[in-house]
């Protein structure tokens, strides 16, 4: 049974950083695709930060693009995110997810697979 278990969020005022982290933990997994997701009340779910892990791509939404860089941990089976100069419309729900292979769709891949949790970071 696979689970992504989030952690690292919390409230910040703009301007700040923050690091959300990301543990995976399952039996064989092994994922292509690894992310992280955000959704704003009353607004989609989108995604911004995607890394292709057989490519070693990786995908930014134009909103966080050179703010927040992903980062994937092998050693200790995790995905990072930096968050930097923090601002109000950075407030979301944030969610880590990873999956067989990345679906193309815009600027940032989207995936199948596993999801977490959620962690909530708000931003004043």
């Known amino acids: 049974h696979v689970q992504l278990v989030e952690s690292g969020g919390g409230a910040v005022q703009a301007g700040g950083s923050l690091r959300l982290s990301c543990a995976a933990s399952?039996?064989?997994?092994?994922?292509?695709?690894a992310g992280w997701f955000r959704q704003a009340p009353g607004k989609e779910r989108e995604g911004i930060a995607v890394?292709?892990?057989?490519?070693?791509?990786?995908y930014y939404a134009d909103s966080v693009k050179g703010r927040f860089p992903i980062a994937k941990d092998n050693a200790k089976n995790t995905l990072l995110l930096q968050m930097n100069r923090l601002k109000l419309e950075d407030t979301a729900m944030y969610y880590c997810?990873?999956?067989?292979?990345?679906?193309?769709?815009?600027?940032?891949?989207?995936?199948?697979?596993?999801w977490g949790q959620g962690t909530q970071v708000t931003v004043s």
């Open positions: 399952g039996y064989r997994f092994s994922p292509n695709c």
């Open positions: 890394i292709c892990i057989g490519h070693g791509l990786t």
């Open positions: 997810a990873a999956g067989r292979d990345c679906i193309p769709m815009g600027r940032v891949p989207t995936l199948v697979g596993y």
